[in-house]
């Protein structure tokens, strides 16, 4: 989700910070009275990771956190003189996105003989600018590559009505190379409508009614059906379009233990145990089960495989600790301040909570994975727990050994209120 916060100031002193929420609504009001900040601040600027920076002409600065309830805390103030005094205007450079725009193609078969599941505005919603905060493939991929891509740019074409009959496909199962038919004939419908795809190279998505398959890969595209699969979930669901689009980004399959698809805390393992109701599109089926789910979200070791995982916000431990304590908030949540990974030689250590792309797993935990051939690999805590708990320990290496390789990180604590988690980090060449 991209949730926003701004922060109003007065000569006066006076401020108040505030949310954003999706529906355009202020809510979560700070007000700071006058008096409350220095009235001589000319420049206020927002860093990464709600931080805020006052400069005043004195040469004075002040950098203060604000947290996820819009207090301002752990305050550092740099006295006048500190800083040049003929600053006027002071800029925060962020990594700037990188604009990755898709063309999502609506086909129909030339023998369909129903209309389409959902009304146009839902696939523009899904994949484009417009459903932006509501959970679709753009919030996605903004939140699972920490604000590296942004796919707002993504257009709709279609619905376009292709020569072939559904019976035509003849792709997947044993004939998996037949699979790119379906997106030769969606290119070749929208050239016939005078559409140029080729700016979007493999970034090609279609959706097929009715529907014949779902998959995504590299150099390829991604397909989708516009309907419910044979488990009743909408085929459009950010938990399985997510894996799909995340495939021609070349993600791969995770794994657990050495299995593919059973790292159940990632969306590279879909359909896994943890996928959420969706937020906002809440249809329900017969039986009263959701038919659209998210996440849950990626892990970090595969955001970094691709270039995605925040190196700012990622702890290094050195060759060397002896009971460090690191605190860890949890790993898509950009917005609050602190470390959102640690590294401990190849080992990724994550905090998850229940919320957001991760509502439905089962407690706020800490996970551990690495990272071999382009697949990431989740290991489990000395007790056997997958998912790190308060109390449990991952260790590699022998810790009562006066010498040799060691890696023992222990989850001191895990405050899911808080939104950290404090690990105890030994490490020995
Ligand atoms: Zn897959």
């Known amino acids: 989700m991209l949730s926003d916060r701004i922060l109003f100031y007065g000569a006066g002193g006076r401020g108040v910070v505030e949310s954003i929420g999706v529906d355009n609504i202020l809510k979560d009001e700070r007000v700071i009275p006058a008096g409350g900040f220095a009235s001589d601040w000319t420049q206020v600027a927002a860093l990464q990771g709600g931080r805020i920076l006052f400069y005043a002409p004195s040469g004075r600065i002040v950098i203060c956190s604000i947290d996820a309830d819009n207090a301002i805390k752990d305050v550092t103030v740099f006295p006048a003189g500190t800083y040049a005094t003929d600053w006027t205007e002071i800029a925060f450079l962020q990594p700037p996105a990188k604009p990755s725009s898709w063309a999502v193609v609506l086909i129909k078969f030339s023998d369909a003989t129903t209309a389409p599941s959902y009304p146009r505005e839902r696939f523009t919603e899904v994949f484009g600018g417009a459903g932006v905060g509501k959970f679709n493939m753009v919030d996605h991929f903004w939140e699972m590559s920490h604000g590296t891509l942004d796919l707002s740019v993504s257009r709709v074409f279609g619905w376009y009505t292709i020569p072939q009959k559904k019976s035509d496909y003849t792709g997947s199962g044993a004939n998996p190379a037949g699979r790119a038919d379906l997106i030769t004939w969606a290119r070749k419908a929208a050239a016939n409508a005078g559409e140029n795809l080729s700016p979007y190279a493999d970034h090609v998505f279609v959706i097929t009614h009715p529907p014949t398959d779902l998959f995504g890969g590299a150099g390829l595209g991604g397909v989708s059906g516009d309907d419910r699969d ?102 898509h949540s950009r917005g609050l301040a602190g470390y959102l990974c640690a590294r401990v030689g190849p080992y990724f250590f994550e905090f998850r909570v229940k919320e957001l792309w991760d509502a439905a797993i089962s407690q706020p935990c800490v996970l551990v994975h690495e990272f071999n051939g382009n697949q990431s690999d989740l290991l489990p805590a000395t007790n056997g727990h997958q998912d790190l708990r308060t109390g449990d320990e991952f260790l590699r290496g022998n810790p009562a050994g006066p010498t040799g390789t060691l890696v023992q990180v222990k989850v001191l604590n895990i405050d899911a209120a808080t939104r950290t988690a404090r690990l105890s980090v030994t490490r020995r060449p």
């Open 230 to 331: 044979g488990a009743g979930m909408s085929s459009l669901s950010p938990a399985l379009v997510g894996q799909e689009m995340g495939h021609v980004y070349s993600l791969d399959h995770s794994r657990a233990g050495g299995v593919e698809y059973r790292d159940s805390w990632d969306v590279m393992s879909n359909r896994g145990l943890y996928m959420a109701p969706h937020p906002v599109y809440k249809e329900l089926d017969g039986s009263g089960r959701p038919i659209w789910r998210i996440g849950p979200g990626l892990n970090a070791a595969n955001m970094a495989g691709r270039g995605w995982l925040d190196a700012s916000r990622v702890w290094q431990a050195a060759a060397t600790e002896s009971n460090r304590i690191v605190d860890l908030r949890p790993l």
